[in-house]
């Protein structure tokens, strides 16, 4: 499996298990932005993390990367390494990396700052998701979805996430509560986890469920979505 397959792949099997990519992160001993480069297919990871990323989701379909393709997480290019490194090259690297480390300190304040503001977009936006649904505006709910967007990791695209929303709308669908139960937030993705109740056919139920959320072009839009009743 290569990329991009293995990213997506990565992706639907964490929000399967109700992991965000920081509990993932934190089981295989691996760095978060590790995770966050692998899932959005920004690099190609060693077989060695990948195997060790499956077997903390518990998958055994799991083929092993073309030895070529391999290159480990931090996108070194080894090929580009010369043997016979000189004094300046090594001052070039010295002064790079504390630039860098001052800009990581710099962002991860920047980003806990942010996170607040992640989560308010997210609660409006299901807010409005929940009175579109409500007054049968279906179009207006999917201006939320991009258009790949995943349903129950079955049900993807625009096109088929509206039969469901309507044929759910036909059924007297009705959205009674939506709680927000936590948002991690991590650069470009947002994982929120939820609870709703809603009438269904006439009965009421409990759902509980995960969305992910990805930052393209200054708007928030959902990707994902994985949910069971009871």
């Known amino acids: ?15 399967a298990k109700g992991l965000t990519q920081s509990e993932l992160a934190e089981k295989c001993n691996l760095s978060l932005r590790t995770i966050q480069r692998i899932e959005s297919a920004e ?3 060693r077989s060695y993390s990948v195997k060790l990323i499956f077997k903390n989701l518990d998958y055994e379909g799991y083929t092993s990367l073309d030895k070529d393709s391999e290159e480990d997480e931090n996108v ?19 002064v790079t990396c504390i630039i ?8 991860s304040k920047s980003e806990v700052q942010s996170a607040a503001q992640v989560k308010t977009i997210i609660k409006e936006s299901q807010a409005n998701i929940k009175k579109w649904m409500n007054t049968n505006q279906v179009d207006s709910v999917l201006t939320l979805y991009k258009e790949d967007a995943c349903v129950l990791q079955s049900i993807c695209g625009k096109i ?43 009965k ?18 959902i990707v994902n979505d994985v949910f069971r009743e009871y």
């Open 1 to 15: 499996m290569k990329q991009p397959d293995l990213g997506k792949k990565i992706s639907e099997l964490r929000l």
């Open 43 to 45: 690099v190609t990871p």
């Open 76 to 94: 070194t290019d080894r090929s580009n390494l010369k043997t016979n490194i000189t004094k300046k090259a090594l001052i070039i690297a010295l």
């Open 100 to 107: 860098a480390l001052g800009y990581l300190a710099f962002d």
């Open 160 to 202: 088929e996430i509206r039969k469901m929303l309507q044929s759910a709308i036909n059924k007297n669908y009705k959205l009674l509560e939506y709680n927000i139960v936590s948002v991690s937030v991590a650069d470009s993705i947002a994982v929120e986890k939820y609870e709703n109740i809603h009438e269904f056919k006439g």
């Open 204 to 221: 009421t139920r409990k759902q509980v469920g995960i969305t992910e959320w990805r930052l393209t072009k200054g708007k928030w839009f």
